[in-house]
């Protein structure tokens, strides 16, 4: 079955500092790749997709993922993390009959 | 303002009650989602629907129907409430790409 995987589940970063979350997927075709966010209390909202194209991909609030074929990784980075960035992040696939397939999850935590 | 609604927000069943959860949207979507949310889980796909009249299970159909009588409305029954269903349930919409607009979400304590 195909699946995501979020390897991290807590990550804690200093504000100012870069981040990268990962996220692995296991399918043979190109996918369809997506990251959310959800703030406590509240639904996901999409950050970037990632259908065909440029590997490189620019979201909102600062954020970009880079599609790696030959590693099945989709890893989502900010050059400098703001307080306002501590979150839940999913990475998800899409794919399979107009679904998404979601990751666990990595919560990110800023220190001031 | 244009999305998608869950109605109620909260709520608190006993075993074996019934209930219906209400998902709304405004955007002339095709695709509805019921996805359940668990800690360390991520969220998983309940049932999802490709257009008015049609349902399909999810990852978790179990204990769940739904019905999409309306195109804007997509509603997910629990006939008998087991405590394995407290959670956090999200519903969400897309066009064909697959760009989920979720909504805020219903929290759902069974006791």
């Known amino acids: 079955a195909q699946s995501v995987t979020q390897p991290d589940i807590h990550i804690t970063v200093s504000e100012g500092a870069s981040l990268e979350l990962r996220c692995n997927y296991s399918y043979g075709a190109t996918p369809y790749l997506f990251w959310y966010v959800q703030s406590p209390g509240q639904g996901l909202q999409l950050l970037l997709k990632?259908?065909?194209?440029?590997?490189l991909v620019q979201g909102i609030k600062g954020f970009e993922a880079e599609f790696k074929r030959s590693q099945s990784s989709f890893n989502l980075r900010k050059p400098s993390v703001h307080w306002s960035d501590a979150a839940e992040y999913f990475c998800a696939w899409g794919g399979g009959g107009n679904k998404l397939t979601f990751g666990t999850g990595t919560q990110l935590k800023v220190e001031l | 303002n244009a999305g998608v609604t869950q109605t109620p927000k909260f709520r608190v069943l006993k075993t074996g009650q019934s209930m219906t959860l209400l998902c709304a949207q405004d955007m002339n979507h095709e695709y509805m989602y019921w996805y359940r949310q668990d800690p360390g889980m991520g969220l998983r796909l309940i049932h999802y629907?490709?257009?008015?009249?049609?349902?399909a299970k999810g990852e978790v159909p179990d204990g769940y129907n739904v019905s999409r009588l309306k195109k804007q409305n997509f509603l997910l029954g629990l006939e008998s409430a087991a405590p394995s269903q407290t959670s956090v349930y999200f519903c969400?919409?897309?066009?064909?790409?697959?760009?989920?607009?979720f909504g805020q979400g219903t929290r759902l304590t069974v006791v």
């Open positions: 990632y259908f065909s194209g440029d590997t």
């Open positions: 629907s490709v257009g008015e009249g049609t349902t």
């Open positions: 969400a919409s897309s066009y064909s790409n697959l760009v989920g607009i």
